[in-house]
């Protein structure tokens, strides 16, 4: 947010959970914490807010909820990662998650700060690769970000560094992978 809380919302904007159009970077929690993110799936979900990561971590770990904690940044936030682990760290739930995302940078930041904490804490990371680099036109509209900047290679590139780690650091290798096109 642009007060530097960390939102679990899909989407960069609001539009298609609460149906009020507004870019989460550029709106404050205050002002996203009276969005309605449920009234549009049904009448039983209306008045459901959208949530801080700390709200959902602090569940997690009253439940014994596992998350995989995905990172979608947009360019606008700072300290993004740092701030996604300090939450995973002070909620105790890092035995529990693992952390994800599409962007390889994110992937490169939050593995340089694994290798850093690994010592402190235990946190399982398991890497994810989105193969966005396919141009389906069905999308196009839809995700344009995705298939920019994003050629094979780097794809191959994103794979060989996720399965390097993957190797190295889990006891149960494991790297999931998503297709936009569903190949």
Known sequence: TRDGQIVVLHDPDTLRTTGVRGKVWAMTYAQISKLDAGRLFGRQFAGEPIPLLSE???????????????????GHETDFEQGVIDIVREYGI?????????????????????????????????PHISCGWDNNPRFFAFRPGITKNNPP???QKAFDAAKDFSDRYNAVPLVTVNSWNEW
């Open 56 to 74: 959902v971590a602090e569940y997690a770990r009253d439940t014994g909820l596992r998350l995989n904690i995905e990172l979608k940044p947009t």
């Open 94 to 126: 890092a035995e529990r998650c693992v952390i994800t995302s599409q962007v390889y940078r994110v992937l490169e930041r939050v593995k340089a700060e694994y290798e850093r904490c690994e010592t402190e804490f235990p946190m399982p990371y398991c």
């Open 153 to 155: 290679q780097e794809v």
